[in-house]
């Protein structure tokens, strides 16, 4: 192959890998057993609201065997490509827990909240897009 083949080349393999589509949160309900908490009241719960972006359901916070819990139940949200819960101190999470990735896009997840923190310190849980710094949905715990 002549150096001008070979330039041609990897300016085009360059701009094949840096134009690839974003991963975005998975969309399909999460197929992963999630612990039953029948019987067992919540310890604090809200209701979803859109922020800046469409959004919907209910969130329930529980505590089983020592374990501390954020329940989305149902969920249904816009698409993003970062998206991640919070629990946070303030409505607009300037102090905030990333509890992790959100885990799609529509139905029931079940997330661990890991550290023991004082969840009466947090009353809001955010989904946040953390690549661009954008609110898709916040609930206030009550």
Known sequence: MNRFSMKHLLIITYLLMSCQTELATPTLPVSVVTIDFTGITPTRQGVFVGVNHTASG??????KSGKKYIVFDPYSSDNGPDLKVYLSKDEHATEYIRIGPLLSV???????IL???ELALYPFVHVWC????VEFARAALK
């Not at 209910?58 to 505590?63: A, F, G, S, T």
């Not at 529509?106 to 661990?112: H, K, L, N, P, V």
């Open 106 to 112: 529509t139905g029931r997840q079940t997330y661990e």
């Open 130 to 133: 953390e690549k661009f710094s």
């Open 58 to 63: 209910k969130v329930m916070i529980y505590e």
């Open 115 to 117: 550290g023991n923190p």
